[in-house]
């Protein structure tokens, strides 16, 4: 069975400490949700495990799948199964949606896809996302909108099927229409393929849609609170004044956690 593990995991970017020694264990076919304040640590802890360059782990352990994720580069790290959902997707000109996620695609199999493989996946997912047919023909994410970006970010998830995905608030920017049919189609992927997922949102009304089993809340660098989605119900209706006072912990500013630019990292 495939597990996610962290253990006393401590992330620092350009010398200033973010997490101070975060416990996490995700496993297979689970659905995590990871809440706290702006700049506490969240985008930072998917990051670290996802092999962003920024982030430097000063102590602490990453496995996956029996694995030493922190010994592996990130197209390793990608082709093990672990997928990140950009909280900012870059734009690159140049490069079609299309060969973007075929290229990416094919350094996880030893034969590469066919084509007619890929574009039938492709048009259904599409189809299914609710996006312009144009879009596999399109630079990737160049002028797309906001809830075009994200949505592009779930349907790389889809085509990558990957068995732990990461999605760093993916329902941001969209309208109420846009989030149903992401939560819709995250949660069919969710249960047709067994994969996990930790999911970063500030948003009760997504954390319902996609329902998960077990809720983290992450105040300045750690982890200071666990349950299951009435912690989240909880959040939505009290704030996080009452996380302060029962556990004695402050957030951190928000401008700890830099908001920065998101790398793709999806090739092999």
Do not use: C
């Amino acid at each position: 069975m495939k597990e996610l593990m962290i253990k006393n995991l401590h992330v620092s970017i350009e010398g200033k400490e973010i997490l101070k020694g975060v416990d996490l264990i995700v496993r297979e076919n689970e659905v995590h949700a990871l809440m706290g304040p702006n700049g506490n640590g969240k985008s930072t802890l998917l990051a670290a495990v996802m092999g962003h360059p920024k982030y430097t782990v000063t102590e602490g352990t990453i496995e996956y799948d029996g694995q030493d994720v922190l010994a592996l580069p990130v197209d390793a790290r990608s082709r093990l199964g672990l997928f990140l959902g950009m909280q900012y997707p870059q734009e690159i000109p140049g490069v079609t949606n299309s060969d973007f996620l075929k290229a990416a695609i094919n350094a996880r199999r030893e034969k590469p896809i066919s084509l007619f493989e890929f574009v039938r996946g492709m048009q259904k997912n599409i189809k299914q996302l609710e996006l312009r047919d144009d879009i596999a023909h399109r630079f990737l994410n160049e002028g797309f909108s906001g809830g075009e970006k994200k949505r592009n970010e779930i349907l790389q998830m889809m085509m990558l099927k990957p068995s732990l995905a990461m999605l760093d608030e993916i329902d941001s920017g969209l309208d109420v229409d846009a989030l149903r049919i992401v939560a819709d189609t995250v949660n069919r992927t969710q249960k047709e393929t067994g994969m996990s997922l930790i999911v970063v949102s500030h948003y009760e009304r997504f954390l319902e849609f996609v329902n998960p089993q077990y809720t983290h809340i992450l105040v300045d660098g750690r982890i200071v609170a666990e349950g299951g989605p009435e912690l989240a119900a909880r959040i939505d209706t009290e704030g996080y004044d009452w996380i302060y006072r029962e556990y004695n912990v402050l957030p951190a500013a928000a401008e700890d956690e830099k908001k920065r630019p998101d790398l793709n990292i999806r090739l092999g």
